[in-house]
């Protein structure tokens, strides 16, 4: 997943603004070269953040708008990557409730050395669920992007209300998702 995901990443700046786009990100972030990003000596984490705030700057957009952006860009490649556990739910919270055992089960195993956010998901009635999500990188936009994302492929619509957030200090995310 890790050269997927910078793969998926240079496809969204390149489809959604330009190819120049991602070249002056690329040399804004001090990674020139794609091979830079792709190597197994690279460090995930160190150089995605580079390439986001990179991207912040160039495009002049606010961090979190640009990860909920790329979350609703990069949701048909998880469910090109993962059709069976799309396939299997019959509504976008059933799905939700499905991704603790995905990401144990389907991606850890697959790929044991990649790090992976911690996550668990309650139902709280029929029309919501909530989602608790602790991960160093920070991304719960990108979650938040590829869980509207969601709801569209089943022609479904969610209120998303983050209660509370690492980014203001709290030890993990609590995000409500309530289907409209």
Not at 96 to 121: C, F, G, N
């Amino acid at each position: 997943m890790k050269g997927k995901i910078f793969n998926i990443y240079e496809t969204f700046i390149c489809e959604a603004y330009s190819e120049q786009a991602w070249d002056l990100i690329l040399e804004a972030s001090n990674k020139v070269h794609q091979i830079d990003l792709i190597s197994p000596k690279s460090d995930l984490d160190s150089d995605f953040k580079a390439i986001i705030v990179a991207t912040s700057r160039v495009l002049e957009m606010a961090i979190p708008d640009l990860l909920g952006l790329f979350g609703l860009y990069a949701f048909p490649y998880f469910k090109k990557y993962l059709p069976s556990y799309f396939g299997e739910s019959k509504d976008v919270l059933e799905m939700i409730l499905k991704i603790p055992e995905v990401l144990v089960v389907d991606i850890k195993k697959a790929l044991p050395e990649v790090y992976l956010p911690e996550v668990s998901v309650e139902r709280l009635n029929e029309k919501e669920v909530e989602l608790k999500y602790h991960s160093k990188r920070k991304m719960c936009e990108f979650l938040e992007g590829l869980i509207l994302a969601c709801a569209n492929s089943y022609g479904e619509e969610v209120k998303i209300t983050h209660h509370r957030c690492m980014h203001y200090g709290h030890d993990f995310c609590s995000i409500a998702i309530c289907k409209v």
